[in-house]
DNA sequence: CCCTGACCTTGATTTAGGTCAATGCCGCCA
DNA sequence: TGGCGGCATTGACCTAAATCAAGGTCAGGG
């Protein structure tokens, strides 16, 4: 567990410029609540208004929710990133840790209103809404127009960027997140993502260790059934 | 067709401060470039950097595409909205028009560039880049999560927000884009988009006038089969 | 005004992935 | 360190939507 001024401190290093006044600086801090959040927690946020959250360490899913209880995995963000995570429209949102986690939480219209003047932040906030939106339209692209093998090729690409370290030369991810998580990120039932594993494994892609390790043993092979364009447009 | 300089005054009233001054206005206009786009075509930009456009008049989609020739229809625009064409990653982007249309092309990096101290400027892009990662986060939950008959309904709910007219007390929408579109939005097939209309049409919640006519007869009911959160969280 | 081609609708059939139902296995904690 | 409970895998079967295949209809140009 982090302390807040350490968690804080790290959030001030990357999402506020180095120039900032130290009363502005106090003036954010201030407004940055911390929570501490066991694994598996949903967090509590007052679905009417947005939220801005920094995650300190561990890792969280936003998932939006549709009738029925369906639910879809919206992003999955992990230690040094901000998310915005919306008040409740037609759907509601809700933010919940998939291992012990730090983060900040902040109101964002008292962020933003902070803000409101400074380039710098605002320039840091436009990148985190850029960054998610490039994610959000692959997802489009990956729930709309893919099939479940592809679609979980993309998902461990995506994650080997993320989350990836370098093993013996491959590339190995230890996934925070379950089986039913992963399906309701891609859109699929967990025996969909299941069988999915196991082709892969068969085919030698992949090879899995324990529930929530992944070897990339063909990375090449991976990208090639995850659907990317290949040849130039 | 609107010319350059009535485009460029509606853009600057939309989005740049009204403080800006007399230099600072030209700058960005020095950026602005004109098209005049007839219905059904596709820009060429220049796929190594983002896109910057504004939508004087007509109407757009903005489409991903992946291998095997599948496209999916990242966000439909429509006039005084601004939208961030991303350069080419894992998958492409390309913009089309629905009709025949007028846009400013801006250069992402450029604009942000000239903007990088104006706060007022920052917060529009700001906006823009929300309120696009809001719509693309629902987008992600109808196309994960939905059946077919909610998707359709969630378009149309949709649609009528943003480009319905009151007519005889009912809304009255004129869908600009084709069902091949609507399919390619919606993550379906032309074929099943027809049969959900035809479905809508004979409940009697929508009414259909020629291939672009939509009478919503029955907001409500047609909200009802879209998958919303209905109770309290 | 009517011809034509593109777009849309409808029907028959197929299939990818969902659902239902066991069984297996990991990892945690006593 | 062994037992247990939740997660993951596997198999049999089902279904929503895709695919394949005709027709129908509308809007624009001659």
Redesign the pocket.
Known sequence: MMTFAEQFDRFAQLHLPAHLGDDAILRFRSLARPVDAAR?VALGLDEGSDHLVFVSSGAIKLVAHASAGRNQVVAFHFPDELVVVPARAEHSYTLSTLRKSDLLVFDYASFADLARSDPAVLRSLLDTARSSLSRSREKSLTLGR??????LASFLVGMAHRIGVEREGLTFID?P???????DS?????????????IL??LGIVR??????VQLVDLRALEARAGYLTEAA
């Open positions: 598996d893919k099939t479940a093998t592809e679609r996934l997140m379950s089986r039913r998580d992963i399906a891609l859109g699929l039932t967990i025996e969909t993502v299941s069988r999915q594993f196991t494994r068969d899995t260790v324990g529930k929530s390790g």
